[in-house]
């Protein structure tokens, strides 16, 4: 499905679109740090808690002890817990009083790293329904799905269904990165199952760095290591999807994109990751050539 815009929608992107996308992004990644404690475990820190839901974890019972002292803007993750099979065991047991308890939802049985670095070996590990509700640093690979040889992407559509973003615009392929994974690896095994890219194709896609997203958040905090990818594309392919997460895909045009991105129709991360393309492309003002 081929989607473009009128002339008289055409003249509001370029600068000016890349105006309210800035300005759409701004006022959906509010941080406050003083609202926030530094998360850590061994002195390092693994992620950003919100105050208010320090007060609930040391409230509950279920895992005595979760939380050290607070000093200098800071806490300790299990102090007493001294290796990653103690700590991911206690951390199994508060995920789920979480979710019983209704602070988290969404659960996908799936654990993500406790860690202050993607290189880092992980202190622990945790449902990836709670990282966000304790501020962890997590980690997605992100990818641009470009049509080679066209001024054209492909974009999804979230599911309804999904319980973050649900029914917003992402990119072509986008998903966490759990614990043992990598970019790659994780980029490869999202594009099988968003879009039915297959592995040989998925793994040329190309390296174009990491963003990091820190906002707040209603499930807590976001502080995400995006690993960014762009893939060019055969004209003639068309994605389907596998695994139930993507409502529709769509083959769009820079000017037409530009302009679901400052309508804040498209997730903050797949935003950030759209526009780096299109910026490292010269396709952030209207009518610049074809490939």
């Known amino acids: 499905m081929s989607d473009t815009l009128p002339d ?3 003249r509001d992107t370029g600068v000016s679109a890349i105006s309210r996308i800035t300005g759409s992004l701004a006022a959906r990644s509010p941080f406050d740090a003083e609202a926030h404690l530094r998360l850590t475990v061994e002195g390092r820190q693994v992620g950003w808690l919100p105050r208010a839901h320090a007060g609930i974890l040391r409230a509950q019972e279920t895992v005595p002890g979760v939380l050290g002292d607070s000093y200098g803007g800071s806490v300790a993750l299990l102090p007493s817990c001294g290796d990653f099979a103690a700590r991911s065991a206690a951390l199994a047991v508060l ?3 979480l979710a019983d308890a209704g602070h ?3 659960w996908r049985d799936e654990l993500f790293a406790v860690t202050p670095a993607l290189e880092t070996p992980a202190f622990a590990t945790i449902e990836r329904a709670a990282a966000r509700f304790l501020g962890l640093l997590t980690f997605a ?5 470009v ?4 001024r054209a992407l492909w ?11 649900p029914g917003m615009w992402d990119n072509l392929v986008a998903g966490g990165m759990p614990h043992g994974s990598d970019p790659l690896a994780t980029l490869v095994r999202e594009c099988d199952e968003e879009s039915g890219i297959p592995p040989a194709l998925a793994r040329c896609a190309e390296a174009h ?3 990091e997203v820190l906002r707040e958040i209603p499930e807590g905090v976001q502080w995400e290591a995006v690993y960014v990818y762009d893939l060019p594309l055969p004209p003639d392919f068309e994605p ?18 530009l302009a679901i991105m400052a309508d804040g129709a498209m997730t903050v991360d797949a935003t950030l990751v759209t526009l780096d393309a299109l910026i490292r492309r010269g396709w952030s003002v209207p009518g610049t050539p074809r490939p």
């Open 8 to 10: 008289s929608q055409v």
């Open 95 to 97: 995920a789920r009083w």
């Open 104 to 106: 988290v939802r969404g």
């Open 141 to 145: 690979s992100h990818m641009n799905g």
């Open 147 to 150: 049509i080679a040889g066209e």
């Open 155 to 165: 974009i999804s559509r979230r599911s309804a269904a999904k319980a973050v973003d």
């Open 209 to 211: 760095g990491v963003i």
């Open 240 to 257: 389907h999807n596998r695994d139930g997460e993507v409502a529709e895909h769509r083959r769009i045009e820079p000017e037409a994109l």
